[in-house]
């Protein structure tokens, strides 16, 4: 086969494994409601289950679930057999994925979630097997055709399967009215996750790393408080409150203008008065829009009385991802 000929048969995996979702999309009614309604009506977890290619699915499912809000863990059906069953809990609702719904392994636990009155969903190509009969609730996952050349390799059944399952997930977070706040709980080490949930304290610099002085000092004392510690900037401050704010690009603009006689003034005379700030609690997400915003690197940190509490460099914000 040409290279020509292998990109049109790639083509035409994809456009049967397509037509196959759009089947499943024109006959899906209210049982995918029915099922939504029975996860969340139940105290417990989602237990998925399937056996080879549907097992894979179902692991994606579950981690699809989880991910969006709704509890859910993977249970390999052989393994269930022999003492994973201990790992499911009343309330539970089985979620279980077979093509033919006569899968043996996934028919020999249905017994035990009937023994401890767990309701079962079961998504299946075949509406008469034995798994759609045990079943509380069915989702038709029937495809005309495996996009597999010999018709034996589960490809458009599986896929089928995937999209269902993400339906309903979404359909669940939709339901519970999933936010960006609850997600990022659930990634915290995810860009999200970072940006909803660092706030400026987890990042800020405190103590003997804040470089201040009082609004007095002479600008040539000033200026080894500035250097030595790093931020290009000094804050200002009367009675422990921010006054004043002194970059160094501002003492070079100033030196420019007034000359090495600037040195002798007080910085107090030549700060920035007003400067921009941001509270501790706020989200370090907020202080990355402020600093582009206005051009800046470099914010001081005060509380409600406007003491000087701490303070953040755009680094330590594009370090931590917040970008």
């Known amino acids: 086969m040409s290279g020509k000929g292998l990109v049109e048969e790639a083509k035409r995996v994809l456009e049967l494994e397509a037509k196959e979702i759009l089947r499943l999309r024109d006959r899906l009614g209210e049982e995918i409601v029915k099922a939504a309604n029975l996860i969340l009506s139940s105290p417990g977890r989602v237990v998925v289950m399937g056996m080879g290619k ?20 993977f249970l390999h059906p052989a393994e269930a057999l022999h003492g994973d069953l201990g790992m499911v809990r009343k309330g539970d609702i089985g979620l279980v994925l077979s093509n033919s719904g006569e899968t043996r392994e996934v028919l020999a636990v249905i017994p035990y979630f009937r023994r401890i009155g767990s309701r079962i969903i079961a998504f299946t190509g075949r509406e008469r097997s034995t798994l759609a009969k045990e079943a509380d609730i069915v989702l038709n996952t029937f495809v005309e055709r495996e996009a597999c050349p010999l018709g034996l390799a589960p490809t ?69 408080e500035m250097t030595s510690k790093g931020f290009g900037t000094i804050l200002v401050e009367r009675e422990g409150k921010l006054v004043g704010i002194l970059t160094d690009g501002d003492l070079r603009r100033l030196l420019e203008r007034i000359g090495y006689a600037l040195l002798d003034k007080s910085i107090g005379e030549v700060m920035i008065r007003n400067p921009k700030r941001i509270a501790p609690e706020k989200l370090a997400a907020q202080a990355l ?35």
């Open 156 to 224: 458009s059944s599986t896929t089928v399967m995937l999209a269902l399952g993400d339906a309903l997930a979404i359909l669940l977070a939709k339901m519970r009215g999933l936010k960006e706040e609850d997600f990022a709980l659930v990634h915290p080490d995810g860009s999200l996750g970072r940006k909803l949930l660092l706030r400026v304290e987890d990042l800020m610099h405190t103590g003997r790393e804040v470089p201040v002085v009082g609004e007095e000092t002479i600008l040539k004392d000033a200026l080894f």
């Open 289 to 323: 829009a402020l600093m582009e915003k206005h051009e800046i690197s470099v914010l001081p940190v005060v509380d409600g009385d406007n003491k000087i509490v701490g303070i953040i460099h755009i680094h330590d914000l594009l370090k931590a991802g917040i970008a």
């Open 54 to 73: 549907s097992g894979l699915v179902g692991r994606k499912i579950s981690a699809t679930l989880s991910s969006l809000g709704t509890p859910s863990f």
